[in-house]
């Protein structure tokens, strides 16, 4: 059994999208390969959880406009206070 990585971020820690985010058939009211989120982008995560199969954490960020996007660590960075 793999162990279980350990979450780099928390609920409700400021984040950004390190990339573009494209929908990979998550969203189905857009089209698919869409952009869903530019690279900058601020959020804030909601929920931490883990891939069972990789256990990998996978975080769910809310985006402006209430658009709440499953995240890997690779594709977010911690946002730092102005």
């Known amino acids: 059994m793999i162990e ?3 979450a780099r971020y928390a609920w409700g ?3 950004q999208a390190s990339i573009d985010l494209f929908n990979d058939g998550s ?3 857009c089209e698919a ?3 869903l989120v530019a690279q900058g982008t ?3 995560v909601v929920q931490v959880g883990m891939h ?4 990998i ?3 769910l960020v809310e985006f402006p406009g209430n658009r709440v996007v499953g995240c890997l660590e690779e594709e977010i960075v911690l946002l730092e206070p102005a």
């Open 4 to 6: 279980p990585r350990v």
């Open 57 to 59: 954490p996978v975080y």
């Open 42 to 44: 601020p959020g804030e």
């Open 27 to 29: 969203y189905p009211d």
């Open 33 to 35: 390969e869409a952009l």
């Open 52 to 55: 069972e199969e990789s256990t």
């Open 13 to 15: 820690q400021r984040v």
